[in-house]
C-alpha cells in the first residue's frame, strides 16, 4: 500500500467542520504536516505536530495525532469557502534533512 | 524577503532537448529541495541539498540532475527531455523542520 493514504474528496457545508484523516505507516516521522495547494499554486504549510504531541489546536485548526494507529486528521471548525483547496498529509523519515513524503492529497469542497 | 523563487513559471520542451531550472531562496536556509508533482499524485522528492557543495537522491532521480553552487541557488537539470517528465516541479528549502515552498514551474514535453 501507499505510504501516506488519504481519502482524495471531502464535501462539507460551509459553516460545518471539516474533518481530513491520513494514515501513514513509516514509525520513525519526526514531524508530521498538514500543507495547503490552492489551484496553481504553491503549497503552503498550515500546520505540523511533533511525533510526541497527541493534538496541536491553531485557530480554526486543530492536528491530532494518534502514534498507535498511525492516523492523523486535521480539523477545520466553521470551513468557509476559503477553504476550498487540497490538503496535503506529510511526514519527514526522522532524518530532519532529507525530504518529506507526501500523501496524494484530500479535495475540500464547500458545498453553499 | 522574497521567499523561494523558480524560473521559469512554464516551459514547453520537446523531446530531447535539455533545460535547467532555477530555485532561489533569500532565507539562508541549508536545505533546499526539488519535487514533482503530477496530477492526482502527491509531490514526489527528485533531489536535494543539505548544503552548499552538496546534492543527494531522493524518491524518483533518474533523469535528473542537480547543482548547489551557491548556498542560495538550486538547479535542477533535464538533459534529454521525455514526455514522462512533464509535470509540475517545485522547490522548497528549510530550516530545521519547517519547508517553504516556490510557487512551481509547469513543465511540458512534447
Known amino acids: 500500500g501507499e505510504d501516506v493514504e488519504q481519502s482524495l474528496f471531502l464535501s462539507v457545508r460551509e459553516g460545518d467542520s471539516s474533518v481530513i484523516n491520513c494514515t501513514y505507516t513509516d514509525s520513525s516521522s519526526t514531524y508530521l504536516y498538514w500543507y495547503k495547494q490552492e489551484p496553481g499554486a504553491g503549497l503552503q504549510l498550515l500546520t505540523y505536530i511533533f511525533s510526541n504531541m497527541d493534538m496541536k489546536q491553531d485557530q480554526r485548526l486543530t492536528v491530532l495525532l494518534n502514534k498507535k494507529d498511525k492516523h492523523l486528521s486535521l480539523r477545520i471548525a466553521d470551513t468557509q469557502t476559503g477553504d476550498s483547496a487540497i490538503y496535503f498529509c506529510?511526514?519527514?523519515?526522522?532524518?530532519?534533512?532529507?525530504?518529506?513524503?507526501f500523501g496524494k492529497g484530500t479535495h475540500l469542497i464547500i458545498q453553499p | 524577503n522574497a521567499g523561494v523563487t523558480q524560473t521559469p513559471k512554464f516551459r514547453v520542451l520537446k523531446t530531447g532537448q535539455s533545460m535547467t531550472l532555477l530555485c532561489a531562496q533569500d532565507m539562508n536556509h541549508e536545505y533546499m529541495y526539488w519535487y514533482r508533482q503530477d496530477p492526482g499524485m502527491g509531490l514526489r522528492l527528485i533531489h536535494y541539498s543539505v548544503g552548499e557543495g552538496t546534492t543527494a537522491k531522493g524518491e524518483v532521480p533518474d533523469g535528473y540532475n542537480v547543482s548547489r553552487l551557491k548556498k542560495q541557488n538550486f538547479l535542477l537539470g533535464l538533459e534529454s527531455a521525455a514526455p514522462s517528465q512533464t509535470s509540475v516541479y517545485f522547490c522548497a528549502s528549510s530550516y530545521y523542520n519547517e519547508q517553504f515552498f516556490g510557487p512551481g514551474t509547469r513543465l511540458t514535453v512534447l
Open positions: 506529510a511526514h519527514d523519515s526522522g532524518g530532519g534533512a532529507d525530504g518529506l513524503t
